[in-house]
């Protein structure tokens, strides 16, 4: 009987009887609304702390040292460059003419027991050539006008002689075939990581050394390392004086030419970071 009569109030008052379910429905779309918010809030905040698990937070007691790491190696590679150039009335004279030229020359580098893999142009560069020519010169300065006077070729080839006691004996074979600007002779060693690995662990132990003398004068312990960088220098390599170009004569007595390849410097510059207590 008294659901008859709900039921009967209801329809009565049917537009306030749906105006208080749709306010009630409302009010249930905010709170799900706000509480997925919450949750959203909550599941960034818990992955970012896990993201945060084992780390801790940033130090902040830091000493600062630095090693300086030197090896003394000796060179096994000698290398050196030497240009072909070429100029003619066209593109294809001027190229045939220096790739006849190239061909010579790589023909008596192996020869000379040099490799085909050490053997590398490092540039070329086929250009026309112009020149300015004056026009009917009535006043001055004359008028001019560019006109293409041909073509110039340079081919720059980079050669790699592993066999030190030779370096000589290639340089006056390749100077003797005529081609110019045979120059940047230097010595390296094929296997550089070697000795800058070597250079790194002395380097390292220098400022480790330093880190427990400073760690000591200051009264504190080290923790543990927080950060590491290297200045690491490159093998410094040793430069030949001789630069020979087109001019130097080609005898015999090249292929004879003492090159004394030195040594080479290898260093490593570290900087460790420590947390101390």
């Not at 790699?160 to 075939?177: H, P, Q, Y």
Request: hydrophobic residues 40%.
């Amino acid at each position: 009987m008294e659901q008859s009569n709900q039921q009967h109030s209801c329809g009565r008052g049917g537009d306030s009887c749906h105006a208080g379910m749709s306010r009630h429905s409302g009010i249930l779309t905010i709170v799900g609304i706000l509480l997925a918010a919450f949750l959203l809030a909550l599941t960034i905040k818990t992955s970012r702390e896990i993201g945060y698990v084992g780390r801790g937070a940033p130090p902040t007691n830091i000493i600062s040292v630095s090693g300086e790491g030197e090896v003394v190696v000796m060179p096994d590679t000698a290398e050196f460059t030497f240009s072909v150039i070429e100029e003619g009335d066209t593109a294809i004279t001027v190229r045939d003419a220096a790739a006849k030229k190239a061909a010579e020359a790589i023909a008596i580098l192996k020869e000379q027991g040099v490799e085909e893999k050490d053997i590398k142009t490092i540039s070329y560069e086929l250009q026309p050539k112009y020149e300015w020519q004056p026009l009917n010169c009535v006043r001055f300065p004359c008028d001019q006008k560019q006109v293409q006077k041909g073509f110039s070729l340079n081919q720059n080839v980079r050669v790699k002689v592993r066999d030190l006691n030779r370096a000589g004996e290639v340089l006056g074979a390749i100077t003797n075939k005529g081609v110019q600007g045979v120059s940047g002779l230097t010595f390296t060693t094929a296997d550089e990581d070697a000795p800058q690995n070597e250079a790194r662990k002395v380097a390292i132990e220098e400022a480790k050394a330093k880190a427990k003398e400073l760690a000591a004068n200051l009264g504190v312990t080290l923790v543990r390392v927080v950060g590491f960088s290297e200045d690491g220098a490159y093998p410094m390599p040793m430069y030949s004086e001789m630069a020979m170009s087109a001019n130097v004569p080609r005898d015999a007595d090249m292929k004879a030419a003492s090159i004394p390849a030195g040594e080479n410097i290898v260093t490593s510059r570290v900087m460790i970071n420590y947390e101390v207590q």
